[in-house]
């Protein structure tokens, strides 16, 4: 009787940890895919300056909050050898804003102008749009980093980077 007891509670037990444990790897479940549309990171910008097409989907269990922003990549810039384009590796600061504009056919909820909550499994389309400023010099490459964070993680979730070649409209 002793034997059947101390088992007994050594499952229930073990159901309890188990759950727990999987209770506490859901809530820290913090996964998003980042991808760029037609794998289209490479564009030049005229004087309308580029835009991107770029797909956020939320890739873990839960519903999450997720805030989108974008900055000059860390990184030099060196897509002239590749593209044999361009005279300078200097990474150049580019003017770069998100819009909606009806992409989506599901009801994805934005919360302010650079977030947006999704469901699990559930996509949202956006467009990045990349204007030169007056002034900026001609047959140079920036590199802008589009970075996805949630508020319930710590860290970047995903980060695609993209590449503007700033063309000389006076050689169109």
């Given at each position: 009787m002793?034997?059947?007891?101390?088992?007994?509670?050594?499952c229930l037990a073990a159901v309890t940890l188990s759950k727990s444990n999987e209770e506490l790897t859901t809530s820290n479940d913090c996964s998003a895919q980042l991808i760029v549309e037609k794998d289209r990171s490479f564009k030049t910008a005229d004087e309308e300056g580029a835009q991107f097409v770029l797909v956020l989907t939320n890739t873990s269990k839960d519903v999450k909050a997720f805030?989108?922003?974008?900055?000059?990549?860390?990184?030099?810039?060196?897509?002239?050898?590749?593209?044999?384009?361009?005279?300078?590796?200097?990474?150049?600061?580019?003017?770069?804003?998100f819009q909606n504009n009806n992409l989506n056919r599901n009801n994805t909820k934005k919360t302010s102008n650079n977030d947006v909550l999704l469901k699990s499994g559930e996509s949202y389309k956006f467009i990045v749009n990349v204007k030169v400023p007056k002034g900026t010099q001609f047959n140079v490459?920036?590199?802008?980093?589009?970075e996805v964070k949630s508020k319930d993680c710590e860290s970047t979730l995903d980060t695609k980077t993209l590449s503007v070649f700033v063309a000389d409209p006076s050689e169109g």
């Open positions: 002793k034997l059947i007891v101390t088992f007994i509670t050594a805030t989108l922003s974008s900055k000059k990549s860390s990184k030099p810039c060196r897509n002239n050898a590749q593209y044999n384009r361009g005279n300078s590796s200097k990474n150049i600061e580019l003017d770069v804003s490459w920036s590199c802008i980093d589009v």
